[in-house]
């Protein structure tokens, strides 16, 4: 598999603005942010998304998201932020290399959730059940 460009930035390969690391973990500026400040936090180890990730490596990568966002927040100046993560094409996931990003926000206004849809009748039980019936611990 082809080494995406996270991978050069945790090899050092290519520049980033770093601003965390850690043993599992690395957290930079993204190249084309939301909003100045918005940071990305990978980890180290080759992992697509949430659909291959290994459970210690997910926990690392959301306690580094824990303990950095206030400072996300507070360096960009913020008030609020967005932790945003995608996987897969179809949810607009364009580096195959698992990230989350810590979005800083200043005003509700800037900010409009995704449209929300409502269930017809029996729908929401329906995907309920198929999502409880795909459940494996
Ligand atoms: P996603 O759509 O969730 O896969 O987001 C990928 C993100 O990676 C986008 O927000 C890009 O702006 C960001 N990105 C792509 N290349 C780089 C890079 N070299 N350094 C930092 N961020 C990058």
Do not use: C
Request: aromatic share 8%; no cysteine; proline share 6%.
């Amino acid at each position: 598999m082809e080494e995406t460009i996270f991978m050069k930035i945790i090899k050092r390969e290519i520049p980033a603005e770093i601003v965390y690391e850690d043993e599992l973990t690395l957290a930079f500026l993204d190249i084309a942010p939301n909003n100045p400040g918005h940071t990305l936090v990978v980890p180290k180890k080759a992992t697509q998304n949430v659909f291959d990730v290994d459970s210690a490596t997910w926990a690392a990568v959301l306690e580094t998201v824990r303990k950095i966002a206030p400072a996300v927040r507070d360096g960009a100046g913020a008030t609020g932020v967005n932790i945003q993560s995608n996987h897969g094409v179809d949810a607009g996931q364009e580096v195959f290399h698992l990230h989350i990003h810590i979005i800083p926000r200043f005003t509700k206004k800037e900010f409009q959730f995704w449209p929300k849809i409502e269930y017809g009748p029996g729908e929401a039980s329906a995907v309920a059940d198929k999502i409880r019936a795909n459940i494996s611990t």
